[in-house]
């Protein structure tokens, strides 16, 4: 899952979805890799903190095309990537 945001997570259901109800059900589904694009401001932590929980990664939401086309390739290799042997 990628989310692309410039606001805060927020939830407008009643009652509120938490971050930790979002962090908790990430979590809890391994497979799932969870990537997050949103400003560096004073969002990108709890932003940061979800992509962290699904498995993912916290990138910065750019108006730079290739930036966001650089992150984009990344995340790209890492879900196109043959598992590992175990």
């Known amino acids: ?7 805060n997570p927020q939830s407008y259901m009643e009652p509120n979805i938490t971050l930790g109800d979002v962090k908790s059900a990430a979590s809890s589904a391994p497979q799932l890799k969870l ?9 990108k932590q709890e932003w940061e903190q979800l992509a962290i929980s699904g498995n993912g990664e916290w990138y ?16 790209l290799d890492e879900i196109c990537m043959e ?3 175990e």
Do not use: C, H, W
């Open 1 to 7: 899952v990628i989310v692309f945001s410039d606001e």
């Open 35 to 43: 990537y997050t694009f949103s400003r560096s401001g004073s969002d």
């Open 60 to 75: 910065k939401l750019s108006n730079n095309p290739t930036e966001m086309y650089n992150s984009l390739m990344q995340i």
């Open 83 to 85: 598992p590992a042997d």
